[in-house]
C-alpha cells in the first residue's frame, strides 16, 4: 500500500551538480533568474512518466526534473526557501492539451485502469490522435542522450518562453541515435544511467526558446509545437554534473518520498502558463498531500541546500545486475 506519485512516478536516477548562468546574454534571454550570471547548486532526478510501472524497453515519455538552490526573488507561493524547480518530458508537446483534453483522457484511463491495451486503443480513436498517442511513439533512447522539454511556457521576466534541455557531453552526443532494444533488460534505463554517470562527467545545455507570434506559438494549448527551426532554441545556462552514483539508495528514497518538484515552485518571474498549468496548480498539489497521508508522513520536505540532501560521503557503491527482459521460470522436475 507504497503510494506512488501520480505521473513520472519511476525513478530512474538522483544526481547532484552545478547550474551555470551564462555571461553577458542578450536583454530577451538576461530575464528573472538568468538576468545575472551564476553558479548555483542543483539536484536532478531521471524518471519515466508512465502511470503504471513499466519495463525500461519499450518506447514511453520520459523526464527530468531539477530543484536549484539559491535562487534570490519573490516567490510564487510566499516561501522563504531560495529554491527554483524546473520540469521537462522527452517531447515537446503534450497529449494534456487543455483541462477538457486532460480529464477526458484521465477518465479513459481510470475506466480501464487494467486494461491499458483499451485505453490505449481509445486514444487511437480521438480526434487529435497523433498528439494524444505520441508519446507510445518516441524512440527508444538512454536517459543521458534525451531532449527534454518544458512543453507548457513560462513567464521569462518580461517575455514569454519554453525551456529545453538538451545533451552536451561527449560520451552522450555518441549515443544519440542508439536504440535500445526490446530485447535489453527491464531495468536497462536506471543502470546505464548510472554507469554513464559513474565514469563520465554529463553536461546538458539549458535553453529558451522565445515566445514571438501567438498564432503560431500559443500558450493555452501545448499539444501544439512551437517550430524550432523558426523560433529557435538559444542557450542561458549549462548543467554539469561531475562523476558520482545516481543510484544511491538514500537519494533515490529520500526523493521518491519526501520532496517534491513542481512547475509552480519557483519565482513569479518564472510563473507558468496557459490553462493546462492553470489546472496542475490544484490537482498537483491534492495529488502530493494524498501520496504523503497515505505513505504516512505529514508534510514533504523542502531542502534549502545540498547540505540537506542525504547522499552519504563517501558514497558507498552496491553492484545491482540487469533484469531480463523476460524472466526466466523455474521448473520443477
Known amino acids: 500500500m507504497h503510494c506512488l506519485r501520480g505521473t513520472h512516478l519511476k525513478t530512474q536516477g538522483c544526481v547532484m551538480g552545478k547550474f551555470i548562468v551564462h555571461r553577458d546574454l542578450p536583454k530577451h534571454l538576461a530575464q528573472g533568474m538568468f538576468a545575472q550570471p551564476g553558479t548555483y547548486d542543483v539536484i536532478m532526478r531521471y524518471s519515466s512518466l508512465t502511470p503504471k510501472i513499466v519495463p525500461d524497453n519499450i518506447p514511453a515519455p520520459r523526464g527530468i526534473g531539477m ?9 510564487l507561493f510566499g516561501e522563504d526557501k531560495k529554491t527554483q524547480d524546473w520540469t521537462f518530458n522527452n517531447y ?33 480513436e480521438r480526434v487529435d490522435a497523433d498528439v494524444a498517442t505520441h508519446g507510445s511513439q518516441l524512440p527508444r533512447q538512454q536517459m543521458v542522450a534525451m531532449p527534454q522539454y518544458s512543453q507548457s511556457a513560462y513567464r521569462h521576466g518580461d517575455y514569454v518562453a519554453k525551456y529545453g534541455v538538451f545533451p552536451l557531453g561527449e560520451e552522450q552526443k ?98 507558468p502558463l496557459g490553462s493546462t498549468n492553470r489546472l496542475r496548480r490544484v490537482v498537483y498539489a491534492e495529488s502530493r498531500k494524498l501520496r504523503l497521508r497515505v505513505n504516512g508522513y505529514k508534510d514533504y520536505v523542502e ?31
Open 67 to 75: 530543484k536549484i538552490f539559491g535562487i534570490e526573488g519573490e516567490k
Open 174 to 271: 555518441k549515443i544519440e541515435k542508439e536504440d535500445v532494444q526490446e530485447s535489453a533488460p527491464i531495468n536497462i534505463l536506471s543502470q546505464h544511467t548510472r554507469n554513464l554517470h559513474m565514469k563520465h562527467k554529463v553536461t546538458y545545455s539549458f535553453c529558451a526558446q522565445m515566445l514571438q507570434d501567438l498564432d503560431e506559438q500559443p500558450v493555452d494549448d501545448i499539444g501544439v509545437e512551437w517550430d524550432p527551426k523558426k523560433y529557435p532554441f538559444e542557450q542561458i545556462a549549462t548543467i554539469e554534473f561531475e562523476p558520482q552514483d545516481s543510484w544511491l539508495p538514500e537519494f533515490r528514497v529520500w526523493w521518491d518520498d519526501r520532496i517534491t518538484v513542481n512547475s509552480w515552485h519557483g519565482l513569479k518571474v518564472h510563473q
Open 92 to 124: 515537446p508537446i503534450l497529449e494534456l492539451r487543455d483541462p477538457k483534453t486532460t480529464y477526458e483522457i484521465a477518465e479513459s484511463l481510470e475506466r480501464n485502469w487494467n486494461d491499458l491495451g483499451t485505453f490505449a486503443k481509445e486514444q487511437s
Open 303 to 333: 531542502p534549502a541546500s545540498l547540505k540537506e540532501v542525504p547522499v552519504p560521503i563517501p558514497a558507498p557503491q552496491f553492484d545491482l545486475p540487469h533484469q531480463p527482459a523476460v524472466p526466466s521460470v523455474a521448473v520443477a522436475s
